[in-house]
């Protein structure tokens, strides 16, 4: 199962909005609405920010959302803080009865 | 509320073998299966697989065949992952994550293993 593709990095200015691709195949994303999304500070352990594609855990500000078209999902992060800063990754649950994380993309702040 | 215990970082010698401890209370062990995740240094998350805690039954992801045993002692609420035969690239931090549902919504802290001579 290969790892499903993130951009390397992306960058926004407080306030601002940032949205994080995240491909797979007909196999994954496109296949289950099981599209989760973590964040990760350096020397921390992920953080569930998204869950089935859209949902918030409780807890997780508002400004986190995601999305999901064809085998592509996204996460938008709006009104950009310095705390977001972090690596944020994406998971899909796969018709191989597995799990496959995106490559990780690193959000700067400006 | 959950909370997931890991068994401290260590050194090993490669051909060794190490045995990673995840000690769980805030739930009932087996209602939730037990998730391993690999991160290599500067890398990404890589899920390992997964060992069922009512039935035993594990599931390991390609890469983790053979040398790589999820087990656990439900009188301690406790999850292992063992990892035999260590090699250079086994040099990781390793996190739990017990989940029923197709998401992680709790990790342990992780543990660092480094595998060097």
């Known amino acids: 199962q290969s790892a499903l593709t993130q951009p390397a990095s992306v960058s926004g200015s407080p306030g601002q909005s940032i949205t994080i691709s995240c491909t797979g195949t007909?196999?994954?994303?496109?296949?289950?609405?099981?599209v989760s999304w973590y964040q990760q500070h350096p020397g921390k352990a992920p953080k569930l920010m998204i869950y089935e594609v859209s949902n918030r855990p409780s807890g997780v500000s508002y400004r986190f959302s995601g999305s999901k078209s064809g085998n592509t999902a996204s996460l938008t992060i709006s009104g950009l803080q310095a705390e977001d800063e972090a690596d944020y990754y994406c998971?899909?649950?796969?018709?191989?009865?597995?799990?496959?994380f995106g490559g990780g993309t690193k959000l700067t702040v400006l | 509320q959950v909370q997931l215990v890991q068994s401290g970082s260590g050194l090993k010698k490669p051909g060794a073998s190490v045995k990673v401890s995840c000690k769980t209370s805030g739930y009932t062990f087996t209602t939730y299966g037990m998730n391993w995740v690999r991160q290599a240094p500067g890398q990404g998350l890589e899920w390992m697989g997964w060992?069922?805690?009512?039935?035993?039954?594990?599931a390991y992801a390609q890469g983790f065949t053979g040398r790589f045993v999820f087990s656990f002692d439900t009188s301690v609420s406790t999850a292992y992952l063992q990892i035999n035969n260590l090699r250079a690239e086994d040099t990781a931090v390793y996190y739990c994550?017990?989940?029923?549902?197709?998401?992680?919504?709790?990790w342990g802290h992780g543990t660092l293993v480094t595998v060097s001579s």
């Open positions: 007909s196999s994954d994303v496109g296949h289950y609405n099981y």
């Open positions: 998971s899909s649950y796969t018709t191989s009865i597995s799990w496959v």
């Open positions: 994550a017990p989940s029923d549902s197709y998401y992680f919504e709790y």
């Open positions: 060992i069922n805690t009512n039935t035993g039954n594990p």
